[in-house]
């Protein structure tokens, strides 16, 4: 259990890991406010495909959302070049409801996970979320430098909290039916990154 990360110490970290940082607006105060919990106190960071293409476009629907979905959709946008475009901070619409035993064993940092079930725990209070650039499809590929951004934004987010990669998850791993992030990221936990 943490206390959410300041924008400042947020930025921080990430460049102190070498993160590639590209401030999008007024990031730093865009979010979804008191909705819901809130937002923390914070256990993870939430791994997410766009199902979408091209960085412009990708890097607005995740700031702006969409009819339905207001914005932002996570807090930092990994692109295929390997920069980290940060879109939001505090509450965002990225994790929804999800299993509240999954969350107990995030908070363990347990190796596995149990399978999602439940979707009666607020998840956009509690995790960090990046949405990685890919169309989700199985084939759009992933360059090593958007795997190393990635890498890089949850190794800033895990030490600053002292937490351990097993705080690091996918949403397939928050929510039933979910599958993302499909490909190389889907496979995260299991290989130990
Ligand atoms: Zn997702």
Wanted: charged fraction near 20%.
């Amino acid at each position: 259990m943490a206390t959410p990360l300041t924008p400042a110490n947020l930025i921080t970290a990430l460049r102190a890991e070498g993160v590639d940082v590209v401030e999008v607006g007024s990031w730093r105060t865009h979010n979804r406010g008191t909705r819901g919990t809130g937002w923390g106190p914070v256990n993870g960071v939430m791994i997410h495909h766009t199902v979408t293409s091209g960085t412009d476009a990708s890097v607005r629907i995740c700031r702006d959302g969409y009819s339905g979905l207001p914005g932002p959709l996570c807090h930092a946008v990994a692109d295929k070049a390997g920069r980290m475009h940060l879109v939001g901070h505090g509450r965002a619409n990225h994790a929804g409801n999800g299993d509240p035993d999954v969350l107990a064993a995030v908070i363990r940092e347990e190796k596995s996970l149990p399978a999602p079930r439940a979707a009666s725990q607020d998840g956009n209070s509690r995790f960090y979320g990046i949405e990685a650039i890919n169309l989700g499809d199985g084939k759009d590929p992933w360059p090593a430098a958007q795997l190393e951004a990635i890498a890089r934004y949850t190794a800033a987010i895990c030490r600053a909290h002292g937490w351990n990669q097993y705080s690091v998850l996918a949403h397939a791993e928050w929510q039933a039916g979910k599958i993302d992030p499909r490909g190389t990221l889907g496979t995260w936990r299991s290989t130990g990154h």
